[in-house]
C-alpha cells in the first residue's frame, strides 16, 4: 500500500485522538507527496492538531504511546485563495501560447528578364495582374483543454464539502522515516510553514489578473524569492499533476474525492464504537 497525505472537512480542531468533530468529511489523498492545492487550502490559519488517524505507532510498548500531530486550518480562508488561484489558471488557459517568430529570409530579387518590343508593348496595355491574397489566418491553440473541467471540478467538490475546519494528516508520510516523537512533530511543523508560505505567495501576487498570471506563470517555470518560491516546479495546464510521466515532480493537486483509505469517525460514530469495544472487553 502506497503512503499518503490525507485531507478532511470537519467542525474542530481536534485536541485529542478522542476529540472527535461532529461531521467530518474525507476531501482527497494523494500518494507519497503533499500538492499544492492541499497547503493553499489550510493556509487558513493553521496550527498543530491531534491526529484522528491513530493514538500511537504500531511499535508502541504497553500504555507509552507515541503522540502523533496532524495540522488543522481554517476552511474559509483557504477556500479563497483556492478560488483565486483558480480565476488566475483560468486567466492563463485562456491564453494562446506565444510562438517564437519565423526567421525573416531576406527577399530574392531576380535577375531582369529581356523582353522584346512586342512584350513591352503587351505589358503596356495590358491590365495590371491581381495581386495574391494574403495566406489565411490560423486559429491560435489554447493552452489547455482539460484543465478548465478540472477547475470547475474543484469548487463544485469543495462547495459541497465545506466546513468550519480543514485537517490535513501526513503521519503516513512522517513515518517513513521518524519513528519518535520529537522528530515526528518536527515534520509536521514544516509542513505547517510550508501551508503558510502557499497563503503567502498566493497573497504576494499582483490584484490586476494579467499581471498576476504573468507572475505565477513565470514562478512556476523560475524559482523566485520568497515567497513565490512556493510556485516553483508547478505546472499550468492539463500536465499540472502528471507525476507519473516525470512531466512535473511537484503536483498541483486537482483530484477530489469523499471516500479515503483512512474514513474517520465522527463523534458519535467514535462514541458508538468504543462502547462497543468496552462491551466487548
Not at 506565444?98 to 526567421?103: D, S
Not at 512533530?185 to 498576476?212: F, S
Request: net charge negative; aromatic share 8%; proline share 8%.
Amino acid at each position: 500500500m502506497a503512503n499518503r497525505s490525507y485531507l478532511y472537512s470537519l467542525t474542530n480542531r481536534p485536541t485529542a485522538y478522542t476529540d472527535r468533530p461532529e461531521t467530518i468529511s474525507g476531501i482527497s489523498e494523494w500518494n507519497y507527496d503533499i500538492p499544492f492545492m492541499y497547503r493553499l487550502l489550510m493556509s487558513g490559519d493553521p496550527q498543530l492538531c491531534a491526529s484522528l488517524i491513530s493514538d500511537g505507532l504500531d511499535s508502541d510498548e504497553g500504555d507509552e504511546k507515541v503522540r502523533l500531530y496532524a495540522i488543522s486550518g481554517r476552511f474559509e480562508p483557504g477556500f479563497a485563495r483556492v478560488k483565486r488561484l483558480i480565476d488566475i489558471m483560468r486567466y492563463l488557459a485562456a491564453q494562446a501560447p506565444v510562438p517564437a517568430p519565423a526567421p525573416v529570409a531576406a527577399p530574392v530579387v531576380a535577375a531582369p528578364k529581356a523582353t522584346s518590343f512586342v512584350d513591352r508593348l503587351k505589358g503596356w496595355f495590358s491590365p495590371p495582374a491581381a495581386p495574391k491574397a494574403p495566406p489565411a489566418a490560423v486559429a491560435p491553440a489554447t493552452g489547455s483543454t482539460q484543465l478548465p473541467g478540472w477547475l470547475d471540478e474543484t469548487l463544485a467538490f469543495l462547495e459541497a464539502h465545506r466546513n468550519e475546519h480543514l485537517l490535513l494528516e501526513t503521519v503516513e508520510l512522517d513515518t517513513m522515516t521518524e519513528s519518535e516523537e520529537a522528530p515526528l512533530r518536527a515534520c509536521v511543523e514544516k509542513e505547517l510553514a510550508r501551508c503558510q508560505q502557499a497563503g503567502a505567495a498566493l497573497d504576494a501576487l499582483p490584484q490586476d489578473i494579467a499581471a498576476a498570471a504573468q507572475v505565477l506563470r513565470e514562478a512556476g517555470a523560475k524559482k523566485q524569492a520568497a515567497p513565490l518560491d512556493a510556485f516553483f516546479g508547478l505546472r499550468f495546464d492539463d500536465d499540472c499533476d502528471s507525476t507519473r510521466s516525470r512531466a512535473t515532480e511537484y503536483p498541483l493537486g486537482l483530484q477530489w474525492y469523499d471516500v479515503l483509505y483512512f474514513g474517520l469517525l465522527n463523534r458519535a460514530e467514535f462514541e458508538a464504537a468504543t462502547r462497543g469495544d468496552a462491551a466487548a472487553a
